[in-house]
């Protein structure tokens, strides 16, 4: 489960994500990413923490597929909150072969995701140089 301050919840927030950020698309799964949006929820904080949010429509299977899905994705999401910028709006949106997908293909998909739109290689720093 997330923290409540790590949750997205508002049909504005989802659409300032989807319509303003940047978006990944993997084969299960499509990452939108809005960095530097305000927290609207907790007036004068200075950093606010990332949120994020989900969409799992019922072309991923019935409700029970979709909840599966959803809760596998809320603890990958958890376990990644630390590496998305204070701020940051996250929707990551379950496309229908994420109903069939295990936990470790939902993970390297949503952390191919991530590398990419926050510019971040395994091997290198952000211009492609390998660090030494």
Same mark, same amino acid.
């Given at each position: 489960m997330l923290p409540t301050?790590?949750?997205l919840r508002r049909r504005?927030?989802?659409?300032?994500? $989807?319509?303003r950020g940047r +978006?990944?698309?993997r084969p299960l799964l499509v990452v939108h990413l809005r960095r530097d949006a305000t927290h609207p929820h907790v007036p004068g904080e200075s950093t606010p923490p990332a949120r994020a949010g989900f969409v799992v429509s019922k072309a991923v299977g019935g409700a029970v597929q979709r909840n599966r $899905?959803?809760?596998?994705? +809320?603890?990958l999401v958890r376990e990644r909150l630390s590496l998305l910028p204070p701020g940051s709006l996250v929707v990551v949106r379950?496309?229908?072969?994420?109903?069939?997908?295990?936990?470790?293909?939902?993970?390297?998909?949503?952390d191919a995701a991530l590398k990419r739109l926050l510019g971040r290689d395994t091997h290198g720093d952000a211009e492609g140089r390998v660090a030494q």
């Open positions: 301050e790590n949750r504005q927030d989802f659409a300032a994500a $989807v319509r +978006r990944a698309g $899905v959803k809760r596998k994705l +809320r603890h379950a496309l229908p072969d994420a109903g069939n997908a295990d936990h470790a293909q939902l993970a390297l998909d949503l």
